[in-house]
């Protein structure tokens, strides 16, 4: 179906049922992994969040959630590099099993740097889950523990992915239309 939204998609590259099905699995094996034991989920605003939600559900622990936001990109299409903490966990990691929860692994910047920053603050362990790696993107050796789907070198929005903060409500994951992203003013 034809709407505001998918008009600017190129091509659906995972659909609202691969996802769901997705996210099932991952859950169940993370779930697996950490039984028996409290692990705190730290998701990372806000591209995250659809994921977190759907995943957490998928994951019958007793678990904790925090969340962090950091910003490498603004509305640009290529990172920065810098990674700024926006907001921080409010309660202390020290000693705790963290498990990131991200959308995408691109560039690498923000997870090798929330992985040290994490560590830094005495975590027992960091486990790295991603719902999407992009491999060509890599500029930091940082590798997930647990990835729901490769993206190839595209721009890829929706299920909380956006670009100018536009298509994290998509409910598939898909492929930008270069144009949308090419126009100077950007809307
Ligand atoms: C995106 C995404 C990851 C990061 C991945 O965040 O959510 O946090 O970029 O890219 P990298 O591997 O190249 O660092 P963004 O700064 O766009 O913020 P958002 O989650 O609020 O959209």
């Known amino acids: 179906m034809k709407n505001e939204l998918t008009n600017d998609i190129l091509k659906v590259l995972y659909t609202e049922e691969q996802i769901r099905e ?7 094996a993370i779930a697996e992994k950490f039984a028996g034991q409290r692990p705190l989920f730290v998701g990372i605003l806000k591209g995250s969040v659809l994921f977190l939600a759907d995943l ?5 622990l007793r678990a904790d959630l925090e969340m962090m936001a950091v910003s490498s990109y603004g509305n640009a299409a290529v990172s920065s590099g810098r990674v700024r903490i926006t907001y921080d966990i409010p309660t202390d990691v020290r000693d705790r099993d963290l498990i990131i929860v991200e959308d995408i692994l691109d560039s690498g910047n923000t997870l090798s740097f929330l992985k040290e920053y994490l560590n830094a603050k005495g975590a027992a362990s960091v ?9 060509s993107g890599r500029q930091k050796a940082v590798t997930a523990d647990y990835v729901g789907f490769p993206v190839p070198d595209a721009f890829v929005v929706g299920y909380g992915l956006d670009y100018a903060q536009l298509y994290r409500n998509l ?12 126009k100077p003013d950007g809307d």
């Open 171 to 182: 409910p598939c994951i898909g492929i930008l239309k270069p144009e949308v992203y090419e």
């Open 22 to 28: 997705r996210v099932k699995e991952l859950g169940a």
């Open 127 to 135: 486990t790295i889950v991603t719902l999407l790696d992009k491999p």
């Open 56 to 60: 957490i559900r998928a994951c019958p």
